[in-house]
């Protein structure tokens, strides 16, 4: 298997190499690629010294290219990187609405990423973390309508989000007032209600990417979806906090048995003894903690429940990883 990755030292590409590594994925060959800015750099993979080149604007010679060097990028040049036959799984948002290009949650919809045309669209963070929680609550129990709050970490916004967190809480603590470029206002101590730009619905895009992507990747194009997406000063696991209304009868022992056999995720949910889902615990891990699952007062055959997932990881690289999988 020959190997590439596009945006080899962002915080999602760091991942991609942990990842392969750790789940010791068969690579044969494996390129490095950023911006002309890391050309030189070098990265080490399973005990050898790599070289980071710079991003080509021509074919890529690899039988599988992980791209994560955000959406313009590869709208440009997805297609030409995979003109020789290299199969490109894209992190960006880039693709992941064209109708010709699967959107791939491989415990959710792996037959889809049979489909390609060279390239495989991996899906929004925010998205990838909720639906290995709802996909099977939804085969359960069919589920009609999703209401979601985000709590979501600065790594989504790249390794300089992370950084920023961490420089301007300094800042804060030494007696500074905290600024920051990364996000609208500063994030230490902070909630921000806008992450993307906003929508004429009034809707930010970062909300309307969870719409979209839930019901494509689920097959479920009338499925009610209504999203709030927040930014918090946390480093890098998103927590989501969601009220699903469903058709059949559903009832928080039944929901927690089905997530309880359900690949992707662990379920934290013992009250009594404070275990719960949060970004610290589930930091680091492939699994998507969820918890909090209970039968909602508000609507009929509802429940609500509360996940977190590592952004850089289910939300991100692991999920790459996985759908590469797919193709050994
Ligand atoms: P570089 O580190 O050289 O800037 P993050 O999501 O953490 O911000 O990382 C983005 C990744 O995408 C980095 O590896 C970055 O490389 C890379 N990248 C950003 N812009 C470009 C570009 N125009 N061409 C190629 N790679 C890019």
Redesign the pocket.
């Known amino acids: 298997m020959r190997l590439a990755i596009?945006?080899?030292?962002?915080?999602?590409?760091?991942e991609l190499l942990n990842v392969l590594e750790d789940r010791n994925f068969p690579v044969d060959e494996l390129t490095l690629?950023?911006?002309?800015?890391?050309?030189g750099?070098t990265v080490s993979f399973r005990g050898e010294t790599l070289t980071?080149k710079?991003?080509p604007s021509a074919a890529i010679d690899a039988d599988i290219v992980l791209a994560?060097?955000?959406g313009?990028?590869s709208k440009k040049l997805a297609r030409t990187w995979s003109s020789k036959g290299a199969l490109v799984i894209d992190n960006s948002s880039a693709w992941r609405y064209d109708p010709d290009v699967p959107l791939v949650i491989p415990e959710i919809n792996p037959q889809d990423a049979k489909n390609h045309n060279g390239i495989i669209a991996n899906p929004n963070c925010t998205t990838a973390i909720l639906a290995v929680a709802l996909w099977p609550l939804h085969r359960a129990f069919k589920a009609s309508a999703v209401i979601v709050s985000t709590y979501q970490a600065t790594s989504g916004?790249?390794?300089?989000?992370?950084n920023e967190l961490l420089h301007e809480t300094e800042n804060y603590l030494n007696g500074k007032k905290p600024g920051g470029s990364v996000f609208q206002y500063p994030i230490p101590f902070n909630v921000i209600p806008h992450i993307d730009s906003f929508q004429d619905n009034g809707y930010t895009r970062e909300e309307m990417k969870v719409v979209w992507e839930t019901r494509k990747i689920f097959g479920a194009a009338e499925m009610k979806i209504s999203c709030t997406a927040v930014r918090i000063p946390t480093l890098r696991a998103h927590s989501e906090a969601a009220t699903v209304i469903f058709e059949k009868p559903a009832s928080a022992a039944a929901a927690r048995d089905v997530l309880a056999s359900s690949p992707g995720v662990k379920v934290v949910d013992d009250p009594a003894n404070n275990l719960y889902p949060m970004p610290l615990s589930a930091s680091g891990k492939w699994d998507v903690e969820v918890g909090r699952i209970r039968k909602n007062i508000a609507f009929e055959n509802a429940l609500d429940f509360f996940v977190s997932g590592d952004q850089l990881l289910k939300g991100a690289a692991l999920n790459t990883v996985q759908i590469a999988e797919l193709f050994i």
């Open positions: 596009v945006g080899a030292t962002g915080a999602v590409g760091r690629y950023a911006s002309s800015r890391s050309a750099k980071v710079e991003t994560s060097a955000g313009s990028i916004a790249g390794a300089e989000g992370m």
